[in-house]
């Protein structure tokens, strides 16, 4: 079974910073794309960045220059870096892995984590 799990979420003060991490059940060599997603309640699952298996990434436009998307393929690990965050990023993290394209489609990620919650005080 295929398992995504993430972890470093907390409280942090505006202007702060977060390092997330995603490990990986599955070998990430056959992955097309993996990606980070934030969700709020009543609101939409959104992306926030992404890198594909040539190691181009694709950031939100409320987080350039902010975060920063980084794997370890060796290690199975995802990462999102996040700086200068703000009340507005506090959300639900998600991890998520697509073996067919790389693109926003959440539909095209068959894998995905259970989440880990950033909360940001102003």
């Known amino acids: 079974q295929v398992q995504l799990v993430e972890s470093g979420g907390g409280s942090v003060q505006t202007g702060g910073s977060l390092r997330l991490s995603c490990v990986l059940s599955?070998?990430?060599?056959?992955?097309?794309?993996m990606a980070w997603f934030r969700q709020v309640p009543g609101k939409e699952r959104e992306g926030v960045a992404r890198?594909?298996?040539?190691?181009?990434?694709k950031y939100a436009d409320f987080v350039k220059g902010r975060f920063t998307i980084s794997k370890d393929s060796d290690k199975k690990m995802l990462y999102l870096e996040m700086n200068s965050l703000k009340p507005e990023d506090s959300a639900m993290y998600y991890c998520?892995?697509?073996?067919?394209?790389?693109?926003?489609?959440?539909?095209?990620?068959?894998?995905w984590g259970q989440g880990t919650q950033v909360s940001v005080s102003a």
């Open positions: 998520a892995a697509s073996t067919y394209d790389c693109t926003w489609y959440q539909g095209d990620f068959a894998y």
């Open positions: 599955l070998n990430i060599y056959r992955t097309v794309c």
């Open positions: 890198v594909d298996r040539n190691d181009y990434v």
